[in-house]
């Protein structure tokens, strides 16, 4: 298993790109990876935990996604 | 703009003043480089936006100083355009205004023809009316047409015979 927690400030990534994020990778993956979203400070953190084979792309695609939804 | 090449992160990662380069203009910036590679944005100080560029392959010092390069005018482009989008929405308002006008006008002629060929319609069923009532009053013994008599005088003629 592979895990990361990405932390996104709320200045710059709004909480409901963070939490819709979470959820279309959720649909997309099911089980497969787990996600745990809490809030700490003026950020939302994200703790990824994933099998090794998925690879640790992952992480850095699900960032960019965020900042995709966050900017549209 | 100072910036960090961490090698083994396999990215370089540089602050911009808010005060340059607003937060919208960043976004913007980020969102031409999103398909090229990660990036993740922070604000450690309350005027400052750092920026971390990842490779999406293995890319030497040399490659990303130059995607840093690269994002770098990618944002003075998106001021640039910014600047002169906002000079030049007034006059894109009058045009799209003066437009918009000039095909309501055009399109006013055409109703009143409309209108017109509406009249014309009306005016023809009403004298269809009239044709009409004229008829459904016409007795049937009258024989306005003088269908009755021809045929009277056809059936003397066969009896002559």
């Known amino acids: 298993m592979v895990a990361k927690t990405l932390c996104f400030s709320r200045d710059l990534y709004s909480r409901e790109s963070v939490k819709k994020a979470v959820q279309e990778y959720q649909n997309a993956y099911g089980s497969r990876i787990g996600f745990k979203l809490k809030n700490s400070g003026g950020y ?29 | ?19 340059i380069y607003p937060s919208e203009i960043i976004y913007k910036a980020c969102y ?20 971390r560029l990842k490779g999406k392959r293995e890319l030497s010092a040399k490659e990303l100083e130059k995607l840093k ?10 001021i640039l355009r910014e600047s002169v ?6 006059i894109l308002e009058y045009i799209v205004g003066g437009a918009i006008n000039a095909s309501l006008e055009k399109e006013q002629p055409a109703e009143a ?32 047409l003088g269908i009755k008599t021809i045929k009277l005088v056809k059936k003397n003629k066969k009896k002559k015979k």
């Open chain 1, 44 to 72: 939302s953190e994200v703790a990824i935990s994933a099998p090794e084979k998925v690879g640790s792309e992952l992480f850095d695609e699900f960032s960019n996604f965020v900042l995709f939804l966050n900017i549209k």
């Open chain 2, 1 to 19: 703009m100072k910036n960090k090449i961490t090698a083994a992160e396999n990215g370089i990662i540089f602050s911009l003043s808010t005060k």
């Open chain 2, 32 to 51: 031409v480089f999103i398909d090229r590679m990660y990036i993740y944005l922070d604000n450690p100080k309350k005027s400052e936006i750092q920026v």
């Open chain 2, 69 to 78: 390069g690269e994002f770098s005018n990618e944002l003075l482009n998106t």
């Open chain 2, 85 to 90: 989008a906002k000079r030049n929405q007034k």
């Open chain 2, 113 to 144: 023809k409309e209108s017109q060929d509406d009249l014309d319609i009306e005016k023809e069923i009403a004298a269809i009316r009239k044709e009409l009532e004229t008829m459904g009053s016409a007795d049937y013994d009258e024989d306005p």
